[in-house]
């Protein structure tokens, strides 16, 4: 058994313990190693990797793959070479226990989808929804850049922080009582993009070599497996990560023809594109929301995304927001005009 | 090849392909509605080659392109893969381009019906919209009638629905669909989508059972264009709503609930089914989403919404009960409801 501890601002504490160890279980103890802590008690995620027996006894079968009754939920997904089977107990309650097994190559696959389905879940059900955005801030204003994959957050982020900004998140942020909480993952690079030259960034020779070898397994098995190479936020940021901070601005990068700036959005519509945002991030959430709430249409699960809806409309009152059109080539001098224009004021 | 169909007069579908496929019914569901000559189709689907118009377009996760009244969306779900274009959202009248991409030419079984792609993806989210506009709810859904008054069967995949149908045929009940209806009110309107798979299970094997043998007659049976096809009622009024459950529990229930739960046990199954549909990963009405992300005035769910408060209201005004039917896999399902 190897247990890791994770506090994330004091808001979720989460532990996973393993049966056993194997090689791939780097990529999932990279992924939160910013927030571990030696020690917590009382985690209100318990996430268990290893061998279990699910307890399906007078459960309900939805669609032939979701086992479900009162505050209780098991299923099996896959993902091309990946399976994985997971059990979840308190569904409903603070304390959540979950059990994940899966066959080796599932163990890269399933942080990224049922772990953070999972924190998002809890982070939720405790009032701070989790969002998809990078965050910068500069004397105690912060600034959020919520986008979907592709379009600039994590540039944008990266060159403000080149101009002395703190740095939050590049992917995700914590809302909530009017700040934004950090939520820090490691970058995860796939080789073929030239970020070294984009970010502006120098590797360590271990990382070239590391995304060298890669770039040779995907060819050599003809573009079949390609892996990430994960960098820990740390070692390029170093000392300008900021755990939290007040929200002055909210932007939301979309990109399309024309460089843009739009601040006549009504909340409303701001609110949506923040909510529609996370939910196309999460399908493996929707897929066990959905059949856990055809059995419990009166459960807090099948209240889920309107309690969403909610939490970020609560959090992002009275802000000034924009919405920023980025063209599909993020130059240098799209990023000034967005800067000059917006952040400088 | 054009295919018309006119739906109960609330829709018209005007469907051009040229692909080449063995078997009808899988390809175009909606043949059950055929018609000779339809007047300004309010959906109109042309299927093959297209060279999508990406100029000033707005992009979502490289799979989305969008501006006003237009929707471009390149996908894949295990090994298919489609493109389509989307004309005029906004309007009355729809247009859609679609070509699929089979990677490979016996992508067993997709290369037998590829045209189904079309309808599964991209139709059924429309579709759905498009009635809802009209105060109607697409439902995923059986129902059976006698004397005019209907029993609704709904459950997701794995809960026997079609056996119940086929068990209730049995006990003197007419045919109105096995899978698709369309609520108006307290109406229930037929949309046999595969009337041609449902008529072979009731009338030759007289139980849902797809063994590898039954599959070879049921291809036999769909590709034989002369068979003669169950009869059909398009409306009566709904009078029982059951719910299927399938559960691990040894000892099978049967009880009474409330119709407003039964109501919302209703709505989440259609939301699943048009939601997620092959694999887990793939959210079908994403385009439709992806649509508000760019624009976000436009709210597409509140016709939705609107016709689902119209119909609970009209439920609860006509005398209507529901039950809810917990079963495990053994156990025999005609018994219990008769």
New interface residues.
Partial sequence: MISHFYNFHNILKLQITRQKKSIFDEFLNNTFSYYEVSDISNPDLFVFIGDFKPD?????????RY?IKKDYIFYQ?S?KYAHWKVEIKGLESDKTNVSINSNKVGRIVFPGETIYSLIRYKLALKGYPLIHGSGVGINDKGYVFSA???TGKTITAINLVKRGFDYYSDDSLILGEGKIFSFIVPFNLRFTYDVEKLLGIEFTNRTRCELFWKKILYYLTLKRISLFTTIKAKDIFKEAIKEDGRIDKFFVL????EFMIKDNLKK???V??IF??I??ES??L??MQ??Y???Y??SLV?NFWENMNNLISKNIDRLKYYEV?IP?KYTKDIFDRFFNQTIAK | MIINCNIHNLLKIRIKSSSHYLIKDLNFRYHYFQDKNISNPDIFIKIGNFTPDLKDCFCLDRKFYIKKNYIYLKDNDKNLSWEAEIFDIEKDAIKINFKHNLKNYFSFPWFLFPDLIMELYILQPIIELKLAQKGLLLMHAGAVCKNNKAILVAGRGGSRKTQCIIDLLNKDFSFISDDMVVLDGAKVLSLPLSLGLFTFSYTRIKKEDMNFINQIRLFHFLSNKNNKMLSVIDMANLEKIFILFSTTRTNPTIKDINLKDAVEHLFWNQRMESTSYVSYKYIIGGFLKAYEYIFPEINFNEALDMARTKFLNEVEKNNIFAKSIEISKKQDIANLIC
């Fill in positions: 399906l006894k007078n459960c309900f079968i939805v669609d032939g086992y997904n993902y979907r994959g592709g979309t990109q399309g023809p409303e519509e701001m949506k594109k529609l945002n939910w196309f399908p493996e929707i897929a959905y059949a709430s055809f059995v249409p009166k099948a059109i599909p």
